[in-house]
């Protein structure tokens, strides 16, 4: 497989499916336009996705080089209720985005989950490690990543990702240091560990990806690992928030959506392609909450 820059000009326009509204999706939009890149950023009234004719002709008008699929149904727990819809949105989006790209000259890159993994192991999944998801969200993005493998594998990018902090959209970062301003104490799931991911970071793997003649599975997180209660503490210290953050099992805090217990991923493929490594979430957790976070009122009002 070649994996030499593709660096043309005039292959640098793209669409981003979700650039105008998603947490990592308008993140990507934003880094695609920095780095040069003509951006079509479609919202869900642009454009029926769900129509495979309405897509080929928003495709044909924008001749893009490359779609970059965001749009997801992300309602983990929600999903369990309502897996029609989530299939729908999560593998119906991706066959159809396959077979309209199918006969033209256009690469595409599709986020995925670390949902699509079971939690047992205790060591980073890799690409090469099977799947075996536990939830409505997690099979139905496992279908949507073997949609578009099975329709245009020479042309499609699968990139994994987890834990998604980062500006522009609420987040559990956000959401608990909201939680830390009205309280002095908050108890966080401590048996799940996972690769929190700084969306600057994902959207400039992504784009550095694009720019690469490469195809497959690929995992896009930030270094190191975190339970959710470490994720917490070390973004409220950050913060300099007063609250403590108490660690407890998942039993403690039931959701309707199974969790992995371990979801870290494993991002050598990555580094192997492009010389790259993403550098550690805790590093990236800093740029979110002095750069994004640090003047505005969530965390401005406690100093
Ligand atoms: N967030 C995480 O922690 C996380 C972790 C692992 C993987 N991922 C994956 O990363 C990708 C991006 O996630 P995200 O957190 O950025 O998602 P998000 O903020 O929830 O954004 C989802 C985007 O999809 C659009 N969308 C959803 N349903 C739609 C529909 N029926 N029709 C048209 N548009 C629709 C939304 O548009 P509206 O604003 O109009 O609803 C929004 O632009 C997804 O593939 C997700 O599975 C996320």
New binding site residues.
Partial sequence: MSTTPASSEALRTAIV???????????LAKTLRGKGWTVHAP???DV???SEAALADYIDRCEPSMVF???????VDKAEDEPE?AR???RG?PATLGQVLRTRPVRCL??????VFNGKHNAPYTVDDTPDPQSV?GRT?LE?ERALLERIPEKTIIA??????GPG?K??VHTILGLCRDRNSLNVVHDQMGSP?Y?VD?AAMCAVLAEHDTTGLYHLVNGGQASWCELAAEATALAEMSCVIHAIPSEEYPQKACRPRYSVLDTSRYTETTGLTPRPWIQALRDYIFHDLWNTELISANR
Avoid at 110 to 115: L, Q, Y
Wanted: hydrophobic share 35%; no cysteine.
């Fill in positions: 499916l979700g650039g105008k509204t998603g947490l990592l999706g308008h993140m919202s869900r009234e029926d996705l769900f699929n965001t749009v997801a149904y992300t309602q819809e729908r949105v999560n989006l599709h986020i995925s989950t670390d949902f969200y993005k949507g994994r990702t987890a834990w998604l902090f959209k987040n559990f991911t969306t994902l």
